[in-house]
């Protein structure tokens, strides 16, 4: 259900940004988004980014967030960007939000922190930006999926690192697509 809205909204955001190129740099940023995974040809084009364990995932079974709309069955992330730093969508405490690893240890890891959790030593938090092109980008990177999660689902890395980051083969690079979420649900997303 909730891919199908997430499908349908991207298809009007695409119809949007193409009556307005003159949108300055980061006026494009919905203040709530989903994010879809863009690879034609592949299982992933169109894959709703999830949260879930610490990361980013597409073609994940169930997320298992806890919504406020527990009747939803929320399957996919809301994000929203707070001067350069991607959160996890929540209008409650405690607040979950992203880092990027791209040190040697981490390799373009990108996890979240849950509240006063501390991010890892080499941990960046802004950097965040969306496009003009409604692409989500982290200093300017893109994105890798890496199979074999949880057998079928993909875990979300950030790309330019390594091809192998954490020792994930068969990696492919990923484009995204923001879309905006009028109506965000609330969710705690499990850690
Ligand atoms: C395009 O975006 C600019 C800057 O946000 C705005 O001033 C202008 O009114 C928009 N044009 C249309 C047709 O939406
Ligand atoms: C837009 O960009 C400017 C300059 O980079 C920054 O100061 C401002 O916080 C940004 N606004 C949002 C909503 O991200
Ligand atoms: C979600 O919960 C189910 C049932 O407990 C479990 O099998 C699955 O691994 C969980 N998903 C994630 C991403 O942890
Ligand atoms: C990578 O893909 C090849 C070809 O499909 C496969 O043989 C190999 O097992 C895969 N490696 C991993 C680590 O998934």
Known sequence: MQFKTLFAAAAAAATVTAQNTTTGSNSTTPAAFGVL???SGSE????AWQAANNGIFNLLPEQNASCDDA???YNSATFRIVDGELYLYSTENPPQYFYVDRSGMGQGKIG?????EPAPKNA???GWAVTASSQL?????GFLACPGYESDA????????SDH???????TGVATRVVAMTAPVSCLYQS
């Open 124 to 126: 960046e938090r802004a």
């Open 71 to 73: 009747a939803g069955n």
């Open 112 to 116: 979240f922190t849950t509240g006063a």
């Open 137 to 141: 980008q982290f200093d300017g990177a």
């Open 37 to 39: 995974s863009i690879r």
């Open 165 to 171: 980051p954490g020792y994930n083969y068969n990696c």
């Open 154 to 161: 993909y875990e979300i890395w950030l790309a330019g690192i």
């Open 44 to 47: 992933l084009q169109y894959a």
